[in-house]
């Protein structure tokens, strides 16, 4: 347990900006989860989420003004927990995010998003005993044509989303983003 005397004032609350990409990985794949640090949220030094031999995550793309993420504490004291929550707005709707929706809902997965100012700056949503999950809300319509994603832990847990130091595990290549005009178009 660390031993945290106080905790000073750092910043002064102002929102930081997020990281366009959600990284994506099944649960199920992943080999070694990263050790924790003596201060109970971090990443220790040196340790990596590491997937399976062969296997891959998924980067998707999200507009950066619509990620957010949240833990919040649950329950009743003295079994209050955390659920993390990651969401973010993918723009359009083609079927290249309606494949990968289709491939991950149901599974438990493991998620890595990052921030604007720092590349090292990333925390690691979920846990092998507390995964997140998907939810899908489509909008198609006049106004917009979006697909909001929702991961949210499937059950409470006893920290919150780890600052994550180490490095990112393989994705897949194609990134699934909506610059190419085309994407989802034709055969």
Partial sequence: MANIKSVPKIGKGRPIGKRSKIHIFRAADVDVYPALAADGVSSAAGSNLTLKEDKKGWTVYVT???MTRTDNTDGDYPSTAFIATVTGVYPGNNRYIDALINEIVGDDLILITG?????TKNKLH??????MALTSENADTNE????????TQTNRYSRPSMYYDGAIPTTIEEEVDPSNE?????A
């Fill in 144 to 151: 917009e044509n979006t697909r909001t994603l929702t991961f």
């Fill in 126 to 131: 979920g846990a092998l005993c507390a995964p």
């Fill in 64 to 66: 950066s003004s619509t």
């Fill in 115 to 119: 921030e604007c100012e720092d590349d």
């Fill in 182 to 186: 085309n994407a989802g178009e034709g």
